[in-house]
């Protein structure tokens, strides 16, 4: 492919294009409006996260400086630069969820998952986070697992919910 033309040394040195399908992918991109936040999007559905190693191959191969990739990584929450698990769960702590027991769900699942905030199960199935809101603040407390949502969550339905996973 066109790109590879010694944007990747490390890649090009054992003769390996690890991110050969990214490389079509900015090609495609390359000359359009905003693509370093498609590339990146495109890129963590790709490789599953945006590691050091990977941002610094999109910034050699868009030609800007890693500094601009990391900043752009970092802002925007929905990147992630350590590997997610399978599902992703999201309890809201919005005003109207927190004040309704919010704070319970989050505790609750931190000791069920055994995980901080921010943080993967040892298993890789979940990756935990919490949301500020998520537009069901009529049926609080809320919450998302992947694109789902859960409302008018209690600690005891927690079980019931997990299990379906
Ligand atoms: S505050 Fe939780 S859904 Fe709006």
Do not use: W
Request: proline letters at 2%; hydrophobic letters at 40%.
């Amino acid at each position: 492919m066109s790109n590879a033309q010694g944007h990747c040394s490390c890649c090009q040195k054992d003769g390996m294009e690890p991110f050969a399908e990214l490389d079509q992918i900015i090609d495609l991109y390359r000359d359009k409006d905003g693509n370093l936040i498609q590339i990146l999007h495109i890129a963590q559905e790709l490789y599953g996260h945006l590691s050091l190693e990977l941002q610094q191959h999109i910034a050699e191969a868009l030609n800007k400086p890693l500094s601009e990739i990391s900043g752009v990584v970092t802002f925007y929450s929905f990147f992630s630069t350590k590997p997610r698990g399978e599902h992703t769960i999201r309890v809201c702590l919005g005003t109207a969820c927190y004040v309704r027991g919010g704070k319970k769900i989050v505790d609750a699942l931190q000791k069920a998952l055994d995980v901080e905030i921010g943080e993967t199960t040892a298993d890789g199935k979940f990756t935990f986070e919490v949301a500020r809101c998520i537009g069901a603040c009529g049926l609080a407390p809320a919450m998302l697992i992947d694109d789902v949502v859960y409302k008018q969550v209690n600690i005891n339905k927690l079980d019931a919910i997990l299990s379906r996973y």
